[in-house]
Nanobody
Framework: QVQVVESGGGSVQAGGSLRLSCAASGYGYSYHCVGWFRHAPGKERAGVAASDSDGSTSYADSVKSRITISKDNAKDTLYLQINSLEPEDTAMYYC?????????????????????WGQGTQVTVLS
C-alpha cells in the first residue's frame, strides 16, 4: 500500500526559502509521476510542479522562476525548493503520486490524474 507524507512546511518571512519533502512508502518515484499542488485560502487547489519517471520536470508559470523539484530515488523522496517566498505562496501544499507516468505537464494535469495523496504541509509566509 502506498503512503505519501509531506513535511517541511512552516512559517517564514517573505523573501525566505523552504524545502518541502514528500516521502512515499511502497512506491518507486523512479518509475512514476509525482506532483506538488497547493491550496490557498479562497482558491482552488492548483498544480505547482511535477516530476516524471524519465526525470523531466514541469512547473506552473506563476512560480517557475522560484521553485525547483528534485528527487532522491534511493530514499523514495521528492523535494520542492521554494525561494523568494511571497505572502501569496501561503497555502497547504500537497504531494500526489500517480501509478503511471505524467499525462502531460503540471499545467494540464489535474487532481484526477493522481492516485495517491498526502495530508499536506502548511506554508505560511509572513509579510
Amino acid at each position: 500500500q502506498v503512503q505519501v507524507v509531506e513535511s517541511g512546511g512552516g512559517s517564514v518571512q517573505a523573501g525566505g526559502s523552504l524545502r518541502l519533502s514528500c516521502a512515499a512508502s511502497g512506491y518507486g518515484y523512479s518509475y512514476h509521476c509525482v506532483g506538488w499542488f497547493r491550496h490557498a485560502p479562497g482558491k482552488e487547489r492548483a498544480g505547482v510542479a511535477a516530476s516524471d519517471s524519465d526525470g523531466s520536470t514541469s512547473y506552473a508559470d506563476s512560480v517557475k522562476s522560484r521553485i525547483t523539484i528534485s528527487k532522491d530515488n534511493a530514499k523514495d523522496t521528492l523535494y520542492l525548493q521554494i525561494n523568494s517566498l511571497e505572502p501569496e505562496d501561503t497555502a497547504m501544499y500537497y504531494c500526489a503520486a500517480d501509478s503511471w507516468g505524467c499525462v502531460g505537464t503540471i499545467a494540464i494535469m489535474t487532481e484526477a490524474d493522481f492516485d495517491y495523496w498526502g495530508q499536506g504541509t502548511q506554508v505560511t509566509v509572513l509579510s
